[in-house]
């Protein structure tokens, strides 16, 4: 009886030691195949510098170099000028220098061109009130219609019958034009009137309190001189 208890304990033992052996031996086996079963994560980088994302095929924009602008320049009639006509210029088109000064030269208003903006003006003052001593839109005096007028093109004249006499240059009566400047002899030899030549023997005058500024003719007075100012 001792004999068999002494076998089956030996045989339990021989056969636990066999276990231990082959669970020894397939483990790593186990432990590398946990390992390939976990779940896959996301590598996570840190970016030494911004341009490492730019692609390899990129190519980087040329530099371009800003002039400053002279404010003087672009703020003279000189240059507004220049500028108006380069738009009248066709796109590609072969003109020179020369040509383009040209060009600027006829955008200047000629003194006949001048002379008739003046003479516009004038006759749109017609119906405004007479008031002495005025030089406005919404009233005038004779002189003060003149000075109005003149100012509007950035000329200055002196509110003054008298004065205005000798201004410009003096023109013959048969060589008036629009926009000239009428004295007429009302004082036995001096100018105490005056208005704008519109064209067509017509002119535009500041008459007084009762008419305003009206049309009216040449044969007015007696005329004492013509003053041009666009010459």
């Not at 672009?74 to 500028?83: C, E, G, L, Q, W």
């Not at 001096?190 to 044969?219: F, K, P, Q």
Request: aromatic share 6%; glycine share 6%; with cysteine.
């Amino acid at each position: 009886m001792l004999e068999r208890k002494t076998i089956l304990t030996n045989t339990v033992t021989t056969l636990m030691c066999i276990f231990v052996s082959i669970t020894n031996m397939y483990n790593p086996v186990l432990q590398e195949n946990n390992i390939s079963e976990e779940p896959e994560t996301t590598a996570c980088y840190e970016i030494a510098d911004i341009s490492d994302l730019i692609p390899c095929n990129h190519i980087p924009a040329t530099e371009v170099e800003i002039t400053p602008i002279d404010t003087d320049v672009m703020i003279s009639k000189d240059a507004t000028r220049i500028y108006y006509n380069s738009k009248l210029i066709a796109p590609g088109s072969d003109t020179t220098e020369a040509e383009e000064e040209t060009a600027v030269e006829e955008a200047e208003p000629t003194p006949e061109e001048q002379g008739q903006m003046i003479a516009d003006i004038a006759e749109s003052m017609v119906g405004t009130p007479y008031q002495y001593a005025c030089a406005s839109e919404q009233a005038c005096d004779c002189s003060g219609l003149v000075v109005y007028c003149y100012a509007q093109m950035g000329i200055d004249l002196p509110h003054s019958s008298y004065s205005l006499c000798n201004v410009g240059e003096e023109v013959a009566i048969e060589d008036i034009r629009p926009g000239d400047i009428i004295c007429w002899d009302n004082q036995g030899g001096s100018c105490g009137h005056v208005g704008i030549y519109i064209g067509d023997g017509m002119m535009v005058d500041a008459r007084g309190e009762n008419e305003g500024v009206i049309y009216g003719t040449l044969d007015l007075h007696p005329v004492l001189t013509v003053r041009r100012i666009f010459n």
